[in-house]
């Protein structure tokens, strides 16, 4: 996951994967967990190969399958969020812990660089809608692609 912009708010923190599992009841076993912290300490977006690669350097006995296993079993539980991301690299889905408050993603379609914003209008945003339509917002995304600072220099 890419770092935030210095100009946007701080965001939301992230779950703690492992210790929500545990909170749930589901088995935690060793190629799970590995998974697990793998996500959890990841520093950009990553799709499910890019994953794999990082979960394998932990443990050489965790296969592809496995990783979309666990991302489907944390995705179907609210955990982590699955993102296209403007389809940057093609038809890759991009993967990361869910926070407690929605954010925007600003990706660039010059360097492929994902920044984070969290910004009150869209909080704003999500109220107004549950007020107006009567409808309970669990979770919002937006996405704007563009040119990023450095690329535009």
């Given at each position: 996951?890419?770092e935030p912009s210095p ?93 407690s408050q929605s954010h925007?993603h600003l990706a660039c ?45």
């Amino acid at each position: 996951m890419s770092e935030p912009s210095p100009l946007a708010p701080a965001l939301a923190q992230r779950l703690d994967l492992a210790q929500e599992m545990k909170r749930r009841g589901v088995r935690l076993t060793r190629q799970r967990a590995a998974v697990l912290a793998a996500i959890q300490q990841a520093t950009r977006h990553l799709d499910a190969e890019s994953l794999w690669r990082l979960v394998r350097a932990r443990d050489a006995t965790v296969n592809l399958a496995t990783v979309y296993r666990t991302l489907g079993m944390l995705k179907k539980m609210g955990l982590v969020d699955e993102l296209d991301l403007m389809h940057l690299e093609g038809e890759k889905h991009f993967y990361e812990v869910s926070r407690s408050q929605s954010h925007l993603h600003l990706a660039c379609f010059e360097c492929g660089k994902i920044e984070e914003y969290q910004t009150e209008q869209f909080l704003k945003l999500q109220a107004e809608v549950e007020s107006v339509c009567g409808f309970t917002v669990k979770t919002g995304r937006l996405e704007f692609g563009g040119v990023c600072r450095t690329c535009r220099k």
